[in-house]
């Protein structure tokens, strides 16, 4: 009888456990939030006019180097004005290069677009928490793992591809995530699904060859890229909200079985 109490106490008293949180899929104190503010104004045989803000959560608990850089460059207005010079759909938008600023169609925009970057370049950063999920933004690179410096881009769609660990390639680390998008993915789906060309006049009589720019025949503009907060912790727990969680049903099953038990003795 007794050893059936102790049991019961010990079942009342023991806090249930948690599962361990996905830094894709929690948000995480001290993490900055940026804002990414767009407009895309469509042309003849362009599609739909859309405009409004992708809000992301960087992750600079797992990929600080990268997020660190990314955030000074936002601060430093780097983004404000250009466009997402290569789009693909159901892959990926990408911006960063500072020379992409023209409003006009292509191939009108500079032919250069999308080769440059910032003056400095960052290690690759890689995390085996942070994958290319839908909505993720990573560092777009050349072949050194180590040539990344502002340009960006989010997946449209998973594309695990991208994965340290998944290349095809036996000497390709893969690609760095460091966020991902926790509003406005509706946005990044509609600037995928833009018309794009990989001709060189635009037009197809100068065919370009696989692999070309995937350049946009209109430019998605990023207005601008804004630090909005760092997250901060949640609001202090009172006394009572401390109290560990307890498994009453079952101990309320057990003193039922153990009274029963009691009871035919």
């Not at 912790?233 to 009691?262: C, G, R």
């Amino acid at each position: 009888m007794r050893i059936l109490i102790i049991l019961v106490a010990m079942m009342l008293f023991t806090p249930t456990t948690k599962a361990e949180a996905s830094p894709m899929e929690e948000s995480f104190v001290g993490n900055p939030i940026v804002v990414i503010n767009l407009t895309y104004g469509a042309g003849t045989g362009g599609g739909n006019d859309f405009e409004g803000e992708i809000v992301l959560e960087l992750f600079l608990n797992w990929a600080p180097i990268t997020v660190e850089n990314f955030v000074e460059l936002t601060e430093q207005g780097f983004y404000d004005g250009i466009f997402f010079h290569r789009i693909i759909n159901d892959f990926v938008i990408q911006s960063g290069d500072p020379s992409c600023t023209e409003v006009i169609a292509y191939p009108g925009t500079n032919p250069t677009c999308g080769d440059g970057g910032s003056d400095n370049t960052i290690p690759l950063e890689i995390n085996g928490n942070l994958t290319h999920i839908n909505g993720a933004i990573g560092m777009a690179r050349g072949t050194d793992p180590d040539s990344a410096s502002s340009q960006f881009y989010i997946c449209d769609t998973s594309q695990h591809g991208l994965d340290n660990g998944n290349r095809t390639l036996e000497d390709d680390p893969g690609y760095a995530v460091f966020g991902v998008v926790r509003e406005g993915l509706e946005l990044v789906q509609a600037a995928a699904a833009i018309p794009t060309t990989n001709d060189a006049d635009g037009d197809g009589s100068i065919p370009r060859a696989q692999g070309g720019p995937d350049r946009p025949l209109y430019e998605v503009h990023i207005n601008s890229i804004t630090l909005r907060e760092y997250l901060n912790p949640p609001i202090t727990e009172t006394q009572d909200e401390k109290i560990p969680s307890f498994n009453f049903s079952f101990a309320i099953l057990s003193l039922v079985v153990m009274a029963s038990l009691y009871r035919k003795k």
